[in-house]
């Protein structure tokens, strides 16, 4: 008797794993017919199952299954990219339980290359059509001006590929756009790991976020020293670096930066202003002149060049001034003339400076304020009237107050 149970009961677990086969095999025709509610249904009571539920193949199944669905889903909205995700775990979870290998059984079927373009039938329905699948949704979302759901797709396509540049350059650069700077991080920072593929760009990004966004001079800092190990002759990036130490108070760094940068790139009208201001502030004043006057010959439309060049010129006459005023009363009789007069000659080299910065921004009304002064101490009585005038209508009658 006791035998007799025992092979009926044997005979009933054969039953039921035929019956859980049988179940496999019927999801598995409606997934190729498309009935893909009753199919799903099928896969998920196959998984349940102890002999079916453990076999890889039934989950590739399963994210085969879900693949077709968020292909056949052209709403392409949240629920859509859902879906999506799913199907990614799903195939995750069937190629770590085929042991992770992509070259044998259900792994190397999990990552068979798909062929976008031939029909449907011949589609290998492998994380790679998933990956192609979310890229064009990705693409649709775009055109239609939907940069979020865009972000999502991309970012979906992504997870199956990290090495893919275009839809990590395009996850990063929307991402950015969007304002989702960490999310940007992360994709570009996926880019600086694939080799050969010209990194500038990225580089000049994610400078900008960890300096702009995250008020992170240290982190931008790294980030320079990394590119510049990638492209030493990058004239970007050597400006990046400068404006960094400068940033950190790193002077001594900043100067040597500046003059290997120089070297390479000898009339840079910003690295130009840059030295000049590094001299200034070390107190070489006639050298800070030098090289704002350089960056101004390099660039003669350099805003930041004319003005910087102007101003330390008003510096020098009021430095003089300030002397003369210093004088015992016998000593100012004896140099007030030469010393004013030198004052003077710095006030008239710094209008055309002036003057060229007003060309450049022409509604810029503290430079009018500048050349107004410096007129009037210099007794040109018609110039000053203009720029009053100019400063009347942008500013009102009482400018002198509030300026």
Do not use: C
């Not at 990956?131 to 797709?153: I, P, S």
């Not at 107004?372 to 002198?400: C, S, T």
């Amino acid at each position: 008797m006791k035998k007799l149970i025992l092979s009926m009961a044997l005979i009933g677990a054969t039953t039921l794993a035929f019956g859980q086969k049988k179940v496999v095999r019927s999801a598995q025709k409606n997934f190729k017919s498309g009935d893909l509610t009753e199919a799903l249904a099928e896969v998920e009571a196959a998984t349940a199952d102890p002999e079916t539920g453990s076999d890889p193949a039934t989950y590739l199944l399963k994210a085969q299954i879900e693949t077709k669905m968020f292909g056949s889903d052209s709403s392409n909205t949240a629920s859509t990219v859902e879906t999506g995700q799913v199907a990614l775990d799903t195939y995750n979870k069937a190629f770590e339980m085929a042991g992770s290998d992509k070259e044998d059984g259900v792994g190397e079927e999990v990552y068979t290359e798909d062929m976008p373009g031939v029909p449907d039938n011949l589609r290998p329905y492998s994380i790679y059509t998933l990956k192609n699948v979310a890229f064009d949704k990705a693409l649709e979302r775009y055109n239609a001006e939907d940069q979020e759901m865009a972000y999502h797709f991309f970012d979906l396509a992504g997870q199956v590929d990290l090495m893919d540049t275009t839809v990590h350059y395009n996850a990063g650069f929307i991402a950015n756009d969007l304002g989702m700077f960490e999310e940007a991080k992360k994709h570009f920072g996926y880019l600086l790991e694939v080799p050969d593929y010209n990194k500038l760009t990225v580089y000049y990004l994610l400078v900008q976020i960890a300096s702009g966004e995250d008020k992170n001079p240290e982190e931008a800092y790294d980030i320079i020293m990394r590119g510049r190990e990638d492209y030493p002759e990058d004239k970007v990036l050597a400006e990046y670096e400068i404006q960094l130490l400068l940033q950190l108070n790193k002077m001594d760094e900043a100067m040597a930066s500046i003059q290997e940068a120089l070297k390479n790139d000898p009339n840079n009208a910003g690295i130009l202003l840059r030295s000049g201001y590094l001299r200034e502030q070390a107190g070489d004043i006639d050298g800070a002149l030098e090289d704002y006057k350089k960056s101004v010959v390099a660039d003669p439309e350099f805003y930041d060049g004319n003005y910087y060049t102007g101003a330390l010129l008003l510096e020098k006459s009021r430095e003089i001034l300030a002397e003369l005023n210093s004088l015992s009363d016998e000593e100012w009789e004896a140099k007030s003339k030469s010393m004013g007069d030198e004052a003077n000659l710095h006030y008239e080299e710094a209008i055309p400076y002036f003057e060229k910065a007003l060309e450049i921004r022409p509604d810029n009304t503290d430079v009018m304020a500048i050349l107004f002064r410096v007129h009037a101490r210099l007794k040109n009585d018609a110039e000053a009237d203009k720029y009053n005038k100019m400063l009347i209508e942008k500013v009102g009658p009482n400018w002198q107050e509030t300026m």
